[in-house]
C-alpha cells in the first residue's frame, strides 16, 4: 500500500488499512518512529471499554505492562 504526502503535510490512509483496521472518520492514532521506519498505532474510540476486554481472561502479565511501559518511555525520548 502506498500513499503520497502533500503540500499540507496530509495523506490519505487507503482504504484496505482502514478496513483492516476498522477505521472511521475522527478516529485517533498515535504516531511512532523506529528505527527509520514510521508505525502508526490505532487509539480504541473508547478507551474503558478496550482496557475492560484487555483485562478479561487475566489480562496483561507484569512482564507486558512493563515491556509496554518501556516502549512509552522510549517514544517521549
Same mark, same amino acid.
Given at each position: 500500500? *502506498?500513499?503520497?504526502?502533500?503540500? *499540507?503535510? =496530509?495523506?490519505?490512509?487507503? =482504504? +484496505?488499512?482502514?478496513?483492516?483496521? @476498522?477505521?472511521? &472518520?475522527?478516529? @485517533?492514532?498515535?504516531?511512532?518512529? @523506529? ?6 498505532? &490505532?487509539? &480504541?474510540?473508547? &478507551? ?19 515491556? +509496554? *511501559?518501556?516502549?512509552?518511555?522510549? *517514544?517521549? @525520548?
Amino acid at each position: 500500500m *502506498r500513499s503520497t504526502v502533500s503540500v *499540507r503535510w =496530509q495523506t490519505v490512509i487507503p =482504504q +484496505e488499512a482502514r478496513e483492516a483496521l @476498522k477505521l472511521e &472518520p475522527n478516529s @485517533k492514532l498515535e504516531w511512532e518512529v @523506529k528505527d527509520g521506519f514510521l508505525i502508526v498505532h &490505532p487509539l &480504541p474510540a473508547n &478507551p474503558i471499554r478496550a482496557a475492560r476486554g484487555m483485562l478479561k481472561n487475566g489480562g496483561p502479565s507484569v512482564n507486558d505492562l512493563l515491556a +509496554e *511501559r518501556r516502549r512509552e518511555r522510549e *517514544r517521549e @525520548k
